[in-house]
C-alpha cells in the first residue's frame, strides 16, 4: 500500500516537471503544495506531567488544472503514530467548472460543514496549534466523505452569498458490537458504505458587508447511519451548525481583528445499545438521548500596521471551546478549553506558535473514579510551514 | 422519501439563487466597480494571511485562483479580477 503512495508521487512529480517544461503556460498545470508541522507538547494533569515532541506531520497537496474549467486536488498525510509511519488521503477530487455560478466535485472532498475542517484546520492556517474541541477527525462532526457536490458563488447587489449542496456515503453509527463504550457514536472515518442510504447536506454562506469582511454560514447534514439490515437501520441523524466570520484590518487599532466561531449540533433518534462487555450478545439494553454540541469562538489581534517589523509579525489569541456528548451514554463528557496563544509569524506562511491551554473535564473515557473531574494544562510550541 | 423531499428543496433553492442572481444585472454592477487590487485585500485575507503577488509566477497564480475559488467559494468575477491583479503585480 505505502508502495503504491511513493510510486504514485514518484509519477506525479516526474509528470509535473514534464509539465513545466516549454516556455509557453502549458495546458496542464501542475504544482505540489502543502505543508507540515512540528512540536512540543507538555501536558499537566493531576496524575504528572508530560512532555514529548509530536507531530512531525507532513501533508504534501497536488493540484492538476487542465484548461480554465477543470482541476484535480489531492492531499497526502504523513505522519508518525507509535512509531510507525501513517499514510492518509485527505482529499483527491476532480472539480469542473459549469458556468459562473456553478462548480461540480465528485470524489473524496473535505464537507462544507461549517467552515473549520474546510478552510481552517491546515496547521498553517489555524491560529492555534489545536483543533477546538469536538472538530477534526475523531469529533462529533464530519471532515470529509466520498460523493459529489454541486457548489458556486454569486453577488446580489454589493453583498456576496456563496452555497454548496452535496450527497455522500455518510458516517457508520456505532452499534457497540466492537467498542461497547461507544455505543451510539457516528464513525465518519467510513469510507466502505454500509448501507445504501447517502447523507445529503448543505452550506449556505452570506457576505452581507460591501468589504466583505463578514460571513455568516448555515449547514446541515442527514441521513441514516445504522448498517444495513441491522436493527439500527432505521436510525437518522440530522447535524446543523452556524458558523461565523469577521476579518478586517482597522486602522484605529492598527491591526487585523479576526473572530471565528462556529456551533455544531449532532442528534441522533433515539436507539437500544447493549449493556456491558458482551455487545451484540447481551440482552439488557438502553437508551440515551443522543445529542452531542459542540462550539468554539476565537478572536485574534495582530498589530500588521505597528511601525517596528517584530510587533508587526506577533499575533496573539483567544478560544473558548466546549464539547458535550449524550448524557447516560457511556461516553457521556463535558469538556471545556480556554487556549491563550502568542504567535510570530516568519513569513506569511510559516509560524512559531506558543500556545497554553487550560481543559476542564468531566465524565469521558479518562474519567478517575468520584466526582468524574480533571483538570489538565497543555503548553503546545509549535512549528507550521506552509510550501 | 423524506430525502426526496429534502433533495427536492434543495434543486429548488439552488434554483432560486439562480435566478435571482441573474436579475440582478444591474446590482452586479456595483461590485464589478471594484479592482482586483481591492477585492485581493479583502478577500484574501479571510482565512489565511495574505499573500503578495511576487509570491508566485504567472501560471501558478491560475492554478491557485482555481484551487482558492474553489476552496474560498469565491465568484468568478472575483477570482478572474484577482488572478489579473496578481499577475500584473508580481
Given amino acids: 500500500m505505502k508502495k503504491i503512495f511513493i510510486v504514485t508521487i514518484g509519477l506525479l512529480l516526474w509528470g509535473g516537471s514534464i509539465f513545466a517544461q516549454g516556455s509557453k503556460p502549458p495546458k496542464t498545470q501542475f504544482m505540489v503544495r502543502g505543508y507540515g508541522h512540528a512540536g512540543l507538547d507538555y501536558i499537566k494533569t493531576a496524575d504528572g506531567t508530560d512532555y514529548s515532541f509530536v507531530g512531525a506531520a507532513f501533508s504534501p497537496i497536488f493540484l492538476f488544472k487542465q484548461g480554465k474549467r477543470f482541476m484535480f486536488e489531492t492531499e497526502l498525510e504523513f505522519e508518525l503514530q507509535n512509531n510507525e509511519l501513517e499514510i492518509g488521503l485527505e482529499y483527491a477530487n476532480l472539480m469542473y467548472v459549469i458556468n459562473k455560478y456553478l462548480m461540480i466535485r465528485g470524489g473524496k472532498f473535505l464537507l462544507p460543514f461549517g467552515t473549520f475542517m474546510e478552510r481552517l484546520h491546515p496547521a498553517w492556517i489555524n491560529r492555534l496549534s489545536s483543533k477546538p474541541l469536538g472538530f477534526g477527525h475523531d469529533g462529533i462532526a464530519p471532515a470529509s466523505d466520498i460523493g459529489v457536490e454541486l457548489r458556486g458563488a454569486a453577488h446580489i447587489g454589493g453583498t456576496a452569498i456563496n452555497y454548496s449542496v452535496y450527497v455522500v456515503n455518510g458516517p457508520r453509527l456505532k452499534d457497540g458490537s466492537i467498542e461497547p463504550d461507544e455505543a451510539g457514536m457516528l464513525n465518519f472515518q467510513n469510507y466502505i458504505d454500509n448501507n445504501n442510504n447517502k447523507f445529503v447536506g448543505a452550506r449556505v454562506g452570506y457576505l452581507p458587508l460591501y468589504n466583505s469582511s463578514l460571513e455568516l454560514g448555515a449547514s446541515f447534514y442527514t441521513g441514516k447511519p445504522g448498517d444495513k439490515g441491522s436493527v439500527y437501520k432505521d436510525v437518522t441523524a440530522f447535524l446543523w451548525a452556524v458558523d461565523f466570520s469577521f476579518v478586517k484590518q482597522i486602522s484605529p487599532i492598527k491591526g487585523i481583528l479576526d473572530i471565528k466561531a462556529q456551533y455544531n449540533h449532532t442528534q441522533l433518534s433515539d436507539a437500544y445499545y447493549p449493556v456491558g462487555e458482551e455487545g451484540r450478545d447481551s440482552t439488557d439494553l438502553y437508551t440515551f438521548n443522543n445529542l452531542s454540541r459542540a462550539y468554539y469562538a476565537q478572536l485574534s489581534y495582530r498589530p500588521s500596521m505597528a511601525s517596528s517589523s517584530i510587533l508587526k509579525n506577533i499575533e496573539i489569541i483567544g478560544r473558548y471551546s466546549q464539547l458535550n456528548t449524550p448524557e447516560g451514554s457511556e461516553w457521556e463528557s463535558n469538556v471545556n478549553e480556554i487556549t491563550i496563544g502568542l504567535n510570530y509569524w516568519i513569513t506569511w506562511r510559516q509560524v512559531v506558535k506558543i500556545n497554553y491551554a487550560f481543559i476542564n473535564s468531566e465524565g469521558g473515557h479518562d474519567a478517575e473514579d468520584g466526582t468524574g473531574k480533571q483538570k489538565s494544562n497543555t503548553l503546545f510550541v509549535h512549528w507550521a510551514i506552509g510550501l | ?90
Fill in chain 2, 1 to 90: 422519501m423524506k430525502k426526496l423531499v429534502l433533495i427536492f428543496t434543495l434543486a429548488i433553492s439552488v434554483t432560486a439563487i439562480a435566478i435571482t442572481v441573474s436579475s440582478c444585472t444591474a446590482q452586479r454592477e456595483v461590485s464589478a466597480q471594484k479592482s482586483g487590487a481591492e477585492l485581493w485585500a479583502q478577500n484574501c485575507i479571510r482565512c489565511h494571511n495574505i499573500p503578495s503577488p511576487p509570491a508566485y509566477s504567472d501560471v501558478q497564480w491560475e492554478t491557485i485562483g482555481l484551487h482558492m475559488k474553489e476552496r474560498a467559494n469565491l465568484t468568478s468575477e472575483q477570482i478572474d479580477k484577482i488572478v489579473a491583479f496578481l499577475q500584473s503585480a508580481n
